[in-house]
């Protein structure tokens, strides 16, 4: 059972504009929600987050955006550079459900082309 | 250090071998996650322990595989008989207690182990 789901396995965006990765959750009690970037041969980092009481959170040139209704939440990257190429998680947490963990996607892998 | 330290960095066992992986966490941080990224697949989430509390191991695959923590410290992650499947890498990651829900505290992941089974 995927609760958070990535559809796109890839994306491909050049230098300079919108790059804009999507996720979407089933589990209704999530509360809070995270993006976290990866490098190969590396951990994942984190990026940005969100709580589910909020619907935009902005932090230099990462944006993301939480529709609860639709249980869809988008990270924007504007403008896109050649060093945000990576592997882009989305993440998601349920306090009464399970703790602090968090349940990932399968991931983004975003690349951006000069 | 400054971050969550894990070895060994690489490791290639025999099938059938068990393994043993450690994790030290950021210093203060009472909560411990273990993870593993299968080739091509996402974060699989292993097991999670919270300060004093009953770890959380609901996501251990089978009874080979096990994990301990002393206190707010070490952690070890072990797999016993290993398989092939088994090969990934395995993340351990640690956080501040959270505050609440709807509040946040980020999980800072380590480098992670790289396990082949041959």
């Known amino acids: 059972d995927q609760q958070v789901k990535q559809n796109s396995p890839s994306l491909s965006v050049q230098e300079g504009r919108i790059s804009i990765l999507n996720c979407d959750y089933t589990?209704?009690?999530?509360?809070?929600f995270l993006w976290y970037k990866k490098y190969p041969a590396e951990g994942p980092t984190f990026l940005i987050s969100?709580?589910?009481?909020?619907d935009k959170n902005e932090d230099g040139r990462f944006t993301v955006f939480l529709n609860k209704s639709a249980k869809h939440l988008s990270l924007h990257i504007v403008p896109s550079q050649p060093g945000d190429s990576a592997v882009y998680f989305c993440?998601?947490?349920?306090?009464?459900?399970?703790?602090?963990?968090?349940?990932f996607g399968t991931g983004t892998q975003l690349k951006v082309e000069l | 250090g400054a971050g969550v330290s894990q070895s060994p960095s690489n490791k290639v066992t025999e099938k059938g071998k068990d393994v043993e992986l450690r994790c030290d966490p950021i210093?203060?941080?009472?909560?411990l996650y273990w993870y593993r990224q299968r080739l091509g697949q996402g974060l699989e989430f292993l097991i999670y322990?919270?300060?004093?509390?009953?770890?959380?191991k609901s996501g251990l695959p089978s009874d080979r595989f096990s994990a301990e923590r002393t206190g707010e410290s070490v952690s070890t992650l072990t797999i016993q008989r290993t398989q092939q499947e088994d090969s990934a890498v395995y993340l351990c990651?640690?956080?501040?207690?959270?505050?609440?829900?709807?509040?946040?505290?980020?999980?800072?992941f380590g480098e992670g182990s790289w396990l082949t089974v041959v």
């Open positions: 990651a640690s956080s501040l207690r959270p505050t609440g829900p709807y509040s946040g505290n980020t999980i800072y």
């Open positions: 210093s203060g941080h009472t909560a």
């Open positions: 322990f919270q300060g004093n509390s009953a770890p959380d």
């Open positions: 969100i709580s589910s009481i909020k």
């Open positions: 589990n209704s009690m999530f509360d809070y």
């Open positions: 993440a998601a947490r349920d306090i009464p459900g399970g703790g602090n963990k968090l349940t």
